[in-house]
């Protein structure tokens, strides 16, 4: 069975997306994970449609969380605040992914369990791709 994945992320922190997304491609390739974003949206698509569509859709909703993503009031107060819903009801896993210090243990997330390891930002890791591997493995 192929999970889904819903991948939501501030704009500004595109390139830890980019590289989530080079981690993700072997799990992809054997049909493990289907992944979706944001730039997955057509031209002339309604927006929130989309996203409120395949926030419905998703298994699984990854949160890469950085000060750009709390400040975010559409990752935060629109498809953060959907996810825990479905979470709550027990059709959605949350993931917090940890890219970027900042104070996520106050909000929601912080009640969950983070990756990678320890919560610890995947920018304070000597070698990224460390990082990133235990995130995927987890």
Same mark, same amino acid.
């Given at each position: ?5 819903? &991948? ?5 922190? +595109?390139?830890? #997306?980019?590289?989530?997304? @080079?981690? =993700? ?21 309604? &927006? ?5 569509? +395949?926030?419905? #859709?998703?298994?699984?909703? @990854?949160? =890469? ?74």
């Amino acid at each position: 069975m192929t999970l889904r994945l819903f &991948i939501s992320y501030s704009h500004k922190d +595109e390139h830890y #997306l980019d590289r989530f997304h @080079v981690h =993700l491609a072997q799990s992809m390739r054997e049909g493990v994970f289907q992944g979706w974003y944001d730039r997955e949206i057509d031209a002339g698509a309604d &927006i929130d449609n989309e996203v409120a569509q +395949e926030l419905e #859709l998703a298994d699984i909703y @990854v949160a =890469l969380v950085s000060p750009d993503f709390i400040n975010s009031n559409y990752c935060y107060n629109v498809e953060l605040q959907r996810a825990l819903e479905r979470q709550k009801h027990g059709t959605m896993v949350v993931v917090p992914v940890i890219i970027e210090a900042c104070d996520w243990q106050s909000t929601p997330l912080g009640k969950l369990k983070a990756l990678p390891k320890d919560g610890k930002a995947i920018a304070e890791w000597t070698n990224e791709n460390v990082a990133y591997l235990d995130v995927i493995k987890a």
